[in-house]
């Protein structure tokens, strides 16, 4: 055999083992693409259940939020109802006392609803403090005069805000309480 003919073989040689190799890492790399592709199949179902997870729980945690800020609404219609008996029968420590539990309430709501916030924050820049100064003053027909203003302003925000019919059936009981009294 001559030099020409041994090269020959030796190339046909590598050629035939680079086709094997080609076929067996074309194999081994389409297996790992298979494996790849189902891993990230996986991953996507995974994805999707945790996006359904967190959908699930802002959900829950905005319901817990309605109710509660609904919870301080409704303390705060208890408060206003208070105030009033307490300019009525001129207790104007409870009235004071009233005055910033309302206060309270209505910075807690506002910290529930941000998008409230400036509402709420303008009804307490606006009646906390005439209240308390009416209170201070044991001014009777003034306090009953701010009480009034700021009963109405409640009705006011919460027809311009579209609140539940509750709240208005709340409202309607605090005047229907406070018409008893009169």
């Not at 041994?6 to 046909?12: E, P, Q, R, S, T």
Request: net charge negative; hydrophobic share 40%; aromatic share 8%.
């Amino acid at each position: 055999m001559n030099n020409e003919s041994k090269i020959g073989l030796l190339v046909l040689g590598a050629v035939i083992i680079g086709i094997v190799l080609g076929v067996f890492l074309v194999q081994n790399v389409t297996g790992e693409i298979r494996e790849v592709s189902s891993v990230m199949k996986n991953l996507e179902t995974s994805m999707k259940g945790i996006d359904a997870s967190l959908k699930e729980v802002k959900t829950t945690l905005a319901e817990k939020e309605t109710g509660q800020f609904r919870r301080e609404m409704q303390e705060s219609g208890r408060r206003i109802l208070s105030l009033n008996y307490a300019g009525k029968f001129a207790n104007w420590d409870v009235a004071k006392k009233e005055a910033d539990e309302l206060d309270g309430t209505l910075k807690n709501a506002a910290d529930l609803r941000p998008d409230l916030a400036q509402t709420i924050q303008g009804f307490r820049s606006a009646y906390i403090l005439k209240l308390k100064d009416a209170a201070d003053k044991k001014e009777t027909k003034n306090f009953e005069t701010v009480w009034s203003d700021a009963y109405n302003a409640c009705i006011a925000c919460h027809r311009g805000t579209a609140a539940p019919p509750e709240a208005f059936e709340i409202l309607s009981e605090i005047k229907t309480e406070v018409e008893f009294y009169e």
